[in-house]
């Protein structure tokens, strides 16, 4: 993993223009703003709006208090099961919250998206996902606006 401090040392110039979008969306974060952007990663086309880390993670949190299925056994008491599911989303929650704080004004060196679509360089296939982080040094190149998959 490339030290935030140095980061534009070794990153490609056009990833330092990809930085300056990343960080202008994070500095508009008041506005919700987002722009559409198509990345490739490693032979995969990631299209998405770049949002803020502070978005990023209200989602996920969102996403995980909504969408995450806990598996237990039939055997086991619903009161407690309850009580620990409610234990570990919280617990997610004060994390997700204070890395978001942790992170508050330092480079980001992850590219944000919500509303992703991957087309995966196998299949083709696209697969849709709510919000997707990706390595900004991961990065293979990138453009501005997203492709109609149709």
Not at 3 to 29: A, G, Q, W, Y
Not at 83 to 93: G, H
Not at 105 to 117: F, N, T, W
Request: charged share 25%.
């Amino acid at each position: 993993m490339i030290e935030e401090e140095n980061v534009e040392e070794v990153l490609p110039e056009t990833h330092v223009l990809l930085r300056i979008f990343n960080d202008l969306v994070e500095r508009l974060d008041v506005a919700e703003i987002g722009f559409g952007f198509t990345l490739t990663v490693n032979g995969t086309v990631i299209s998405g709006n770049i949002i803020s880390r502070d978005k990023w993670f209200k989602e996920l949190s969102k996403m995980f208090s909504t969408k995450v299925k806990f598996n237990w056994s039939d055997t086991s008491d619903p009161s407690v099961i309850g009580d620990a599911e409610k234990v570990i989303l919280d617990a997610f929650q004060m994390m997700a919250t204070k890395l978001n704080e942790d992170w508050k004004g330092a480079p980001k060196s992850y590219v944000y998206l919500e509303d992703a679509d991957l087309c995966l360089s196998s299949t083709g296939q696209i697969i849709k996902m709510p919000i997707w982080c990706v390595p900004i040094e991961e990065i293979d190149g990138f453009s501005i606006g997203r492709p109609d998959f149709g």
